[in-house]
T-cell receptor
Framework: RKEVEQDPGPFNVPEGATVAFNCTYS??????FFWYRQDCRKEPKLLMSVYSSGNEDGRFTAQLNRASQYISLLIRDSKLSDSATYLCVVNGGGADGLTFGKGTHLIIQP | NAGVTQTPKFQVLKTGQSMTLQCAQD?????MYWYRQDPGMGLRLIYY???????DKGEVPNGYNVSRLNKREFSLRLESAAPSQTSVYFC???????????????????FGPGTRLLVL
């Protein structure tokens, strides 16, 4: 069974700090990797895809380590609006969609 | 362009009652999905439909049936609701833009706003 593991948190971080999440996946055949964000009582939304070369989108940086089968997300200069649950997501390449981690809960404190 | 829509938003059922959750997408996506989300369990796939006319079981299909009515619509039916089916249900649709390498395949899965179901 494919699995995606995340530290559930919560991570309590002061505004302006840098915070990093890691995620491990068990299916070595996984082809695509993503971070989704889910606000309380809302649907998950794509935050960013994760590429082998690493990619950055503003304050967010994603890294992939295929050898160790982990994915990371770095948030710099955190804002109050970054408070949410961050879901690590992996696609094994099949038609059955994505495998979601249980999420890491982030709380940014003023 | 409404994206993925779900009805109803909230529902309370008594044990043994039946209901159908409706989902529609207007993005011309081939694949559609039904998930449930429970505290501490994350999102779990109930059923999916890779294309119009096909449906397949996911991780937790027991107690549910689905219908892919057409390309736009994918419904989830609870024939005899049980308290264990109290959950938040999300419908999703997916599009894939293949890259030259699989790792650069761009994929987006869009979710509906969810249906909160309470079974008493």
């Amino acid at each position: 069974r494919k699995e995606v593991e995340q530290d559930p948190g919560p991570f309590n971080v002061p505004e302006g700090a840098t915070v990093a999440f890691n995620c491990t996946y068990s299916n070595s055949a996984s082809q695509s990797f993503f971070w989704y964000r889910q606000d309380c009582r809302k649907e998950p939304k794509l935050l960013m895809s994760v590429y082998s070369s690493g990619n950055e989108d503003g304050r967010f940086t994603a890294q992939l380590n295929r050898a160790s089968q982990y994915i990371s997300l770095l948030i710099r200069d955190s804002k109050l609006s970054d408070s949410a649950t961050y879901l690590c997501v992996v696609n094994g390449g099949g038609a059955d969609g994505l495998t979601f981690g249980k999420g890491t809960h982030l709380i940014i404190q003023p | 362009n409404a994206g993925v829509t779900q009805t109803p938003k909230f529902q309370v059922l008594k044990t043994g009652q039946s209901m159908t959750l409706q989902c529609a997408q207007d993005m011309n996506h081939n694949s559609m999905y039904w998930y449930r989300q429970d505290p501490g369990m994350g999102l779990r796939l109930i059923y999916y439909s890779a294309s119009e006319g096909t449906t397949d079981k996911g991780e937790v299909p027991n107690g549910y049936n689905v219908s892919r009515l057409n390309k736009r619509e994918f419904s989830l039916r609870l024939e005899s609701a049980a308290p264990s089916q109290t959950s938040v249900y999300f419908c999703a649709s997916r599009t894939t833009f293949p890259g030259q390498l699989a790792e650069y395949t761009r994929e987006t899965q869009y979710f509906g706003p969810g249906t909160r179901l309470l079974v008493l």
